[in-house]
């Protein structure tokens, strides 16, 4: 594990350079381009940029890379065209930072630590958020400055802004709009199933999902895939006793750093370790640490089950026909992978997408521009250019007033392969339409490829029968330290553990996960639920 701790002391490094650097930053320091363009605000009175900006300057915008084949993230047809429409109408000059999405903490703080971030910090996750704010990395938010410059955006988010921006008495953080939906699915070979003599609707559970693994090993078809866990864990809710305790669910219950000492991950794990030991999923996940890893396997018809963020323009499909033309597909229920007894339980996502702040050493009217360019970018004219491209192009309108894409347009203003999203999602996660029907036949057609929108309503139909049993994590109000400081740390020790822990011969695995559990607490984890028990009893949840 030497190339982990490696990179445990890289960042912790990099969290420590960050502190010293912005503990010794005046914070009289930050300068505007020039002095003509700073902001004018008394009594209410914002400044007028409605013709531009007397003198140009650079606005900074982030954006997440990732590793596209043949995708240019920061220069292509759409940041063209921002540059154009937005850019150039306002004397500010765009320019899109990579975030590598698998990596993002650590490239964000070698940009803070360089004085090289970009003028938006943003995370999925509330408590990374915190971290940030923590750190003295981000501004406090004037809300009268967005509802002035960004009146539609304020108007859609300014009440989620109220309730969720605020952070020991001052406002922190703006978001992005989060529709009532999800785009992320397992798609399973439905041709392999249908071989081994059995049907989508016998999935029912655990129990007979791997009896069908072990009836594909068996027939010679693959293996179930797996993958390296790492910065997003979510793996044992299907584990859980439903209906999940308040407590228990704020104190396991985080996206950052795994659970690996209640029940529920118990009956995972064991589950895990019966699966690899039986040669039910690839016995070499350890080695599947990014989703091109995962995708490869199931392209090559290795395995036939694969996670992701299925959108209209995903290539895994086509792919894998290139391989199979036989290929069916189906999209997994996750009942299938609930052990019988239990419920199908899942992560309801918070009432936003993107949790965002304004990097502390933005200027005034670099800030200012965020919030322009947040009101140009919400106008449906330019969300429908940036998540459908040209019109006649990337797609046509049917009878209904949708688009439909063209699944054979390869020309300058081909989107990215999630359909443009990490540009767009700086305002929602999901298109929206003028009716909630017309929303949902577009979100069906914005998640399946052309020939494949039984996919898009299947997911549909999935993600509203299992409404009930998505719970969403604690709201923690206040920053928790301990969360910040062990993170790195816990992310590298559990994934050492865990990989132990499944791939232990069965009669080993008692004694090894109590080992385990014995080693996690005392790495850290045992600090960070006592700081959130503190903070529960103390009433900073919702």
């Not at 914002?46 to 954006?63: A, N, Q, R, W």
């Not at 895994?316 to 052990?339: C, G, M, R, S």
Request: with cysteine; net charge negative.
């Amino acid at each position: 594990m030497r190339v982990k701790k490696i990179t445990i002391l890289f960042v912790i490094g990099l969290e420590m350079m960050l502190l010293i650097l912005t503990g010794c930053r005046d914070q009289n320091d930050t300068v505007d381009t020039d002095s003509r363009n700073r902001i004018e605000s008394q009594e209410g009175f914002y400044k007028d940029y409605s013709k531009g900006f007397l003198e140009k300057f650079t606005l900074e915008i982030p954006v997440y890379e990732r590793a596209s084949e043949g995708w240019n993230t920061t220069d292509n047809f759409y940041t063209r065209w921002i540059q154009r429409e937005f850019g150039d109408k306002y004397n500010i000059n765009i320019k899109f930072v990579s975030i590598n999405r698998s990596s993002e903490v650590t490239d964000y703080y070698q940009l803070l630590a360089s004085h090289k971030a970009p003028d938006i910090i943003y995370h999925y996750d509330m408590p990374q958020a915190l971290a940030y704010y923590s750190q003295h990395v981000i501004q406090d938010l004037d809300l009268q400055e967005i509802a002035h410059y960004a009146p539609t955006y304020w108007e859609e988010m300014g009440a989620i802004i109220k309730e969720y921006g605020e952070v020991e008495g001052g406002n922190a953080f703006f978001f992005a709009a989060r529709p009532e939906a999800d785009i992320h699915a397992t798609l399973i070979r439905k041709d392999w199933v249908e071989k081994v003599g059995m049907k989508m609707e016998d999935l029912t559970s655990l129990e007979t999902y791997n009896e069908m693994l072990l009836k594909w090993k068996q027939s010679g078809l693959g293996v179930g895939a797996e993958s390296l866990k790492k910065n997003n864990y979510i793996f044992n809710y299907s584990f859980r006793d439903w209906p999940i305790h308040e407590t228990e669910n704020a104190l396991y219950s985080d996206i950052g750093i795994a659970d690996l000492t209640t029940p529920a991950t118990e009956r995972y794990l064991r589950n895990l370790n019966y699966q690899y030991n039986n040669g039910l999923i690839d016995k070499e996940f350890i080695l599947r640490d990014d989703d091109n890893k995962t995708k490869a396997e199931f392209v090559a018809g290795k395995t036939g089950t694969f996670s992701l963020h299925l959108t209209s323009n995903t290539d895994v499909i086509k792919a894998t026909l290139q391989n199979n033309p036989e290929a069916k597909f189906a999209i997994l229920d996750p009942q299938a992978l609930t052990p019988e007894g239990y419920k199908p339980q899942s992560r309801a996502y918070w009432p936003f997408g993107l949790v965002m702040g304004i990097n502390a050493e933005s200027s005034d009217v670099e800030r200012i521009a965020v919030w322009m360019y947040l009101e140009w970018m919400i106008q449906p004219e330019n969300l429908l250019l940036l998540q459908n491209g040209v019109e006649g192009e990337n797609y046509t309108v049917d009878s209904d007033g949708l688009p439909v894409s063209n699944p054979n347009f390869d020309g300058e203003s081909m989107m990215s392969s999630n359909n443009n999203k990490d540009y767009w999602a700086l305002v929602t996660e999901l298109p929206e339409y003028s009716n909630p029907e017309t929303t949902r036949q577009g979100f069906i057609r914005s998640i399946a490829p052309v020939g494949y929108e039984y996919l898009g309503e299947e997911m549909l139909r999935i993600y509203e029968k299992n409404a009930e049993f998505r719970t969403p994590d604690a709201f923690y109000s206040v920053v928790l330290h301990k969360v910040n400081e062990y993170k790195a740390d816990l992310d590298a020790i559990f994934q050492e553990l865990y990989v132990k822990i499944a791939t232990a011969p069965p009669e080993e695995f008692d004694k090894v996960y109590e080992a385990a559990k014995n080693t996690y607490l005392h790495a850290g984890y045992q600090d960070v639920l006592n700081e959130k028990e503190a903070a529960i009893r103390a009433g900073y949840i919702r």
